[in-house]
Nanobody
Framework: QVQLVESGGGSVQAGGSLRLSCTASESIFSIDNMGWYRQAPGKQRELVASITLSGRTNYDDSVKGRFTISRDNAKNTMYLQMNNLKPEDTAVYYC?????????WGQGTQVTVSS
């Protein structure tokens, strides 16, 4: 079973930046689809950004132009660079891997943006 470890969350002021990392316990060379999700208090979990093996990316409209998703297959790691953070970005952020054996989630990392 693939284990995912997230890091990089924290508290920042509006306009600040954070970079989230998600490192897998196994190789991600063959994993086509990976993504970052977030869940704010009282809200459903939502897709923030995704990336395929070929590097094709997809973003929620609310983060386009501010967030950048990337992956380093050699390091088994996916990243989410978050710039110009807004209070509405406050949430627990989760990484997810879609594999032939099923979907795997990280434990989540808190991002808090103050105004």
């Amino acid at each position: 079973q693939v284990q995912l470890v997230e890091s990089g969350g924290g508290s920042v002021q509006a306009g600040g930046s954070l970079r989230l990392s998600c490192t897998a316990s196994e190789s991600i060379f063959s994993i086509d689809n990976m993504g970052w999700y977030r869940q704010a208090p009282g809200k459903q979990r939502e897709l923030v950004a995704s990336i395929t093996l070929s590097g094709r990316t997809n973003y929620d409209d609310s983060v386009k132009g501010r967030f950048t998703i990337s992956r380093d297959n050699a390091k088994n790691t996916m990243y989410l660079q978050m710039n110009n953070l807004k209070p509405e970005d406050t949430a627990v952020y989760y990484c997810k891997l879609n594999t032939a054996m099923g979907d795997y989630w990280g434990q989540g990392t808190q991002v808090t943006v103050s105004s």
